[in-house]
């Protein structure tokens, strides 16, 4: 079955050290999308990609966060220097757009920063 | 959120009845999904249904829109345990951006 993976599904990290999270979309999907979840906020979109350009990236805090599609199969969210808000499930979810329109989420990464 | 809010909140039925959550959002959309997250699992597509439709079914899922009211509500008949879930809403307004709502948390009782 193909599926969106993302690594790493947990991470606990201190204040102030970096954070990189990857995502290997479905091979063959245009657009790629980052989100955050968290309880309060919901889920709230970061960036997305299309033919990996950003087309987006204005839902993220633009001075710690950065996000990259470096080749078709891998996109990249860091963050650097983390702080404790920034503790959430991140979700990687893509799509082919122009055709159904659905998107295919992956598992999530965790993280915690203390 | 960024788009949109469902209602409730919670929701807890008993297994067998029908659970219907609603989804009330801001811009004119393109099309509304829906989509169902087990805890600690990453989102599932449902259901799409496009801004020229009113009413959409699935299994025992129906989706309505209402796009003069920018609402949509999610119907599941005949409930089992195992629809036990949150359910979240998202809109695609046009940029293939899609927003979700704050999610209802839905359980239903053997």
């Known amino acids: 079955d193909a599926r969106v993976t993302q690594t790493p599904r947990h991470k606990v990290t201190e204040m102030g050290q970096e954070v990189t999270m990857r995502c290997q979309p479905i091979l063959g999907h245009n657009t790629v999308f980052w989100y955050r979840q968290t309880m309060m906020q919901g889920l709230e979109l970061l960036a997305y990609?299309?033919?990996?350009?950003?087309?987006?990236d204005s839902g993220m805090p633009k001075d710690r966060f950065s996000a990259e599609m470096p080749d078709a199969t891998l996109a990249t969210l860091k963050i650097q220097p983390s702080e404790p808000r920034d503790s959430a499930v991140y979700f990687c979810a893509s799509g082919l757009l122009g055709n159904t329109g659905e998107l295919f989420f992956g598992e999530g990464s965790r993280l915690t920063v203390l | 959120s960024q788009q949109g809010e469902e209602d409730p909140q919670a929701l807890s039925i008993q297994e067998g009845e029908n659970a219907t959550m609603n989804c009330s959002y801001k811009?004119?959309?393109?099309?509304l999904q829906w989509y169902r997250q087990n805890s600690g699992r990453g989102l599932v597509h449902l259901i799409l249904i496009r801004s020229n439709e009113r009413e959409k079914h699935s299994g025992r899922l129906r989706v309505t829109l209402d796009t003069s009211k920018k609402s949509s509500s999610l119907l599941i008949t005949a409930s089992r345990a195992a629809d036990t879930a949150s359910y979240f809403c998202?809109?695609?307004?046009?940029?293939?951006?899609?927003?979700f709502g704050t999610g209802t948390s839905l359980t239903v009782i053997p």
């Open positions: 990609f299309r033919n990996r350009a950003p087309l987006d």
């Open positions: 998202a809109t695609d307004a046009g940029g293939n951006q899609f927003y």
């Open positions: 811009t004119s959309i393109n099309n």
